[in-house]
Antibody, heavy 117, light 110 residues
Framework: EVQLVESGGGLVLPGGSLRLSCVAFGFTLNDFWMSWVRQAPGKGLEWVANIKEDGSEKYYVDSVKGRFTISRDTAKNSLYLQMNTLRAEDTAVYYC??????????WGQGTLVTVSS | QSVLTQPPSASGTPGQRVTISCSGSNSNIGRNPVNWYHHLPGTAPKLLIYTNNQRPSGVPDRFSGSKSGTSASLAISGLQSEDEADYYCAAWDGSLKAYVFGTGTQVTVL
């Protein structure tokens, strides 16, 4: 059965760092583009970053460029999002997504990141 | 970075047809396929329509998508109470090098 299980969310001070993880079950991560999508409280969905199947291409929304890094570990079948210099506006539920725009699309349940002092 | 514009709300009575519009530009909808998502707050979003008008398996044929130029639309026919949710369009934007979501439309069944 296909599953995406996110972890690593929590409360962090402004300027701090967090690393989100997403473990994939039931499929091989390297066979798909993978993405992170977030939803801030009371706001809509916002794509954050994605990474190509072989990791050769990565793209980011302008607001996180230079602060966030998407990566994957083939051996652990896992996707990561390293988030540095966090701001209050990064507060959101972060979803790990397989193939966000194709018939193979699959979403995790999300992990909450709260940036607050 | 919401470059795709949707109406904030739409509503209908059970059995009616509701249409949601999504307006973009040449750099996104004009050149790339449009996808639609269904989202109930507190749950994982779900792909409803991909590549403009294709339904993933398991999605009822009451849901249909279309695209013309720089706009797209989602139609829900035979509206049911369980269709109450937020709906988002999305597409790749070649100029921004970003996958952009629409502003979202909350559908209410009266």
């Amino acid at each position: 059965e296909v599953q995406l299980v996110e972890s690593g969310g929590g409360l962090v001070l402004p300027g701090g760092s967090l690393r989100l993880s997403c473990v994939a079950f039931g499929f091989t991560l390297n066979d798909f583009w993978m993405s992170w999508v977030r939803q801030a409280p009371g706001k809509g969905l916002e794509w954050v970053a994605n990474i190509k199947e072989d990791g050769s291409e990565k793209y980011y929304v302008d607001s996180v460029k230079g602060r966030f890094t998407i990566s994957r570990d083939t051996a652990k079948n896992s996707l990561y999002l390293q988030m540095n210099t966090l701001r209050a506006e990064d507060t959101a539920v972060y979803y790990c997504v397989r193939a966000v725009g194709s018939s193979s699309s699959w979403w995790g349940q999300g992990t909450l990141v709260t940036v607050s002092s | 970075q919401s470059v795709l514009t949707q109406p904030p709300s739409a509503s209908g009575t059970p059995g009616q047809r509701v249409t949601i519009s999504c307006s973009g530009s040449n750099s996104n909808i004009g050149r790339n396929p449009v996808n639609w998502y269904h989202h109930l707050p507190g749950t994982a979003p779900k792909l409803l329509i991909y590549t403009n008008n294709q339904r993933p398996s398991g999605v009822p044929d009451r849901f249909s998508g279309s695209k013309s130029g720089t706009s797209a639309s989602l139609a829900i026919s035979g509206l049911q109470s369980e269709d109450e949710a937020d709906y988002y369009c999305a597409a790749w934007d070649g100029s921004l090098k970003a996958y952009v979501f629409g502003t979202g439309t909350q559908v209410t069944v009266l």
